[in-house]
């Protein structure tokens, strides 16, 4: 296994306590962005090239460049650590076990835009995460890492945790910005990005909790080598979760040279015995599937791009022979369909629309004609709604209809799910 | 000024008391709950008070296990926005229970890992175990069975969030042992979330 930087620690008692951090070199970074200028860090941040670790992989230097910073209203960061994509969970394995670097990112990010308050939004279910990061707040406070005169520099900065109440929705940067209003998580119409009207209409940076973590990483090693390791423009580490059908699931740290077959037959141990590999999605349940033949693609932004898919938030669902993709199709909409937020209405009733026939399809009632208006439906759906819940809500469906028609097929053909694996429940409570 | 004659938009119009049932006993957070309220209400600048909505209904919810249209009204109250608009985040996010639920909440994920590595028995299981369906509460009133999207464990599937606490990798076998567990022990039956990194202290 490479080297890890960001995960390097987690699997050692006392890891999340400050004492521990300081003893590996915790706060180093801190220290020496506080020794630069603002603009000195946003450029070193600049010149490593770190991409935004959310799912959109938008440089977080320019982000940061963005915030108006002759606006006379307050600045703010908001860490978005509302992770909700299905089949990601390498930000609760950092806020878990390695608060303090998130920590350290939340106040040089501050730093460098001009920010005094940094809130991190974390989702509602994450009852213990918020007991993790209010500990090591507490424990920062206490030493002087956060709060009044940061390390004797003058600078003053209040880190707080907001958690949600449930909607996948508010992990969308201007629904998350409503959300810490005390609103629906709705998104606003964009422009004006958050980075000018943000937060209580001031300008806010809104930032991934991996990508806040990489942060201190950049000043601490410096930013040329975080851009060498891993291929052009997609430098620094970077988690992989993965999850399905493997042996070992689990958060895995590695460079983006990776390539897919690496991460799921090397680190994760492959499927399981007797199985054989169906399919995998790359980046969680928003973006396209990836068949075997493409296992060789490099794991980076560009290189999942380059094989038709989207790194996105780097959860990689593993799929195994067992799987039947009408349901694979028909358990994603049911989590669209209950997780949009309902502002636009092609998004809030064409999910509805395209849960039920793909429930009626699963059933064995479906019908040829179903599979025209599946794509009609999806067509009027992406790229129609205020944000981009829409083009991910039709993904699983046009995605499974362009690989495994035939699937389809055959389950109106044959009047019945011709893939009923025994991990799944058939009938009974589910028939609602 | 008014567009109908028998409409006055003045200064009242938007103070409407229409909205919001008096629904359930009468409100009022507890001296401690209270006290919360205030540390965070804190942590937001000045005239954002609204910004602590959902802390605030949180602590409702701790304090009488669902919320009632007067427990709206109540945090409405104390930030001053109307009760409308603490309905509209109610009815909104799916952690709020508008409705009494049992001693334990269990959120099973059903969402994609979870499903792969059998939720669906796993659900399957608990309703035949406790004779309810998904959403519904046992006649003891000490289980509330409900089915919630990905949770963000995917790697420890299939995932049950107990109340506020995590249980991970139960399979479909296991379930009935949790329930007669959970009746028995209480909260000391759920794994909790770091299952297998912290050695030697879960």
């Known amino acids: 296994m490479s080297e890890t930087f960001l995960t390097k620690h987690v699997r050692e008692p006392k890891c999340v306590t400050l004492d521990f951090y300081l003893a590996h070199a915790g706060y180093d970074g801190l220290k020496k962005a506080l020794a630069l200028t603002p603009d000195q860090v946003i450029d070193a941040v600049k010149t490593s090239g770190l991409r935004g670790r959310g799912g959109a992989g938008f440089p977080a230097g320019m982000k940061w460049q963005f915030v108006d910073k002759k606006s006379p209203n307050p600045k703010y960061i908001a860490c978005n650590a509302d992770e909700s994509e299905p089949g990601t969970f390498k930000d609760h394995l950092l806020m878990e076990r390695n608060p303090h670097l998130l920590l350290e990112g939340c106040v040089i990010a501050s730093y460098a835009i001009g920010a005094k308050v940094a809130y991190i939004y974390i989702r509602g279910e994450f009852f213990h995460v918020q007991r993790v990061l209010e500990g090591a707040i507490d424990e920062a406070y206490a030493r002087g890492f956060l709060g009044r005169n940061i390390l004797g520099s003058g600078f003053d900065c209040d880190v707080y945790v907001h958690r949600g109440a449930g909607a996948y929705e508010a992990g969308e940067e201007t629904a998350l910005l409503e959300s810490l209003e005390g609103k629906r998580a709705q998104p606003r119409n964009k422009p004006p990005f958050p980075a000018v009207v943000g937060l209580y209409n001031c300008p806010t940076a809104v930032n991934n909790v991996e990508t806040l973590c990489n942060v201190p990483l950049i000043l601490r090693e410096g930013p040329e080598w975080f851009a060498e390791l891993g291929p052009e423009k997609n430098g620094g580490p970077k988690l992989y979760c993965i999850s399905g059908h493997v042996k070992r699931p689990g958060v895995y740290e590695a460079s983006m040279n ?29 973006v396209p599937i990836l068949l075997p033949g493409q296992l060789d693609a490099q794991a980076s932004f560009d290189g999942i791009q380059s094989a038709g898919s989207l790194l996105g938030s780097a959860g990689i669902v593993v799929l195994d022979d067992t799987t039947c993709m009408v349901w694979l199709a028909e358990n994603l909409l049911h ?98 | 000024m008014s567009f109908h004659p028998k409409m006055a938009y003045d200064a009242t119009f938007h103070q409407s008391v229409r909205t919001l049932v008096e629904e359930g006993p009468p409100f009022e957070y ?173």
């Open chain 2, 30 to 202: 507890t001296p401690e709950n209270r006290s919360r309220f205030d540390t965070v209400v804190a942590r937001y600048p000045e005239g954002r008070q609204r910004s602590t909505v959902l802390p605030a209904l949180y602590l409702v919810q701790y304090q009488q296990g669902y919320i009632t249209g007067n427990a709206m009204r109540y945090v409405a109250d104390l930030l001053q926005i109307t009760a409308a608009d603490v309905e509209d985040v109610v009815s909104y996010y799916s952690m709020f229970h508008t409705k009494p639920v049992g001693r334990y909440v269990l959120n099973v994920c059903r969402t994609l890992s979870c499903a792969l590595n059998g939720a669906e028995r796993v659900t399957e299981e608990m309703c035949a175990k406790l004779g309810i369906k998904p959403g519904e509460t046992d006649e003891t009133g000490t289980f509330t069975l409900l089915e919630v999207e990905c949770l963000g464990a995917c790697d420890r599937a299939p995932v049950v969030l107990i109340n506020d606490a995590w249980h991970e990798c139960l399979k479909p076998e296991d379930v009935g042992r949790l329930v007669d567990e959970l009746r028995a022990r209480g909260e000391a039956a759920v794994s909790g979330c770091h299952h297998d990194v912290e050695p030697g202290t879960t």
């Open chain 1, 335 to 432: 989590f669209y369909r209950h997780e949009s937020c309902g502002k636009c209405t092609p998004c809030r009733e064409g999910t509805d629309w395209l849960y039920k026939i793909l429930q009626r399809i699963e059933r064995g009632e479906g019908a040829l004609r179903d599979l025209d208006l599946l794509a009609g439906i999806s067509g009027n759906i992406g790229g129609k709604t205020l944000c981009a819940f829409g083009d991910a809500a039709v993904t699983p469906v046009l995605t499974t209809l362009k690989h495994f028609r035939h699937e389809y097929e055959a389950h109106i053909r044959e009047g019945r799910c011709t893939l009923p694996a025994d991990w799944r429940a058939m009938g009974s409570v589910h028939a609602h």
């Open chain 1, 258 to 286: 990776i390539t897919l077959r690496e991460l799921i037959e090397g680190q994760a141990g492959g499927v399981r015995e007797g199985r054989t590999l169906k399919a995998v999605i790359p980046g969680g349940a928003s």
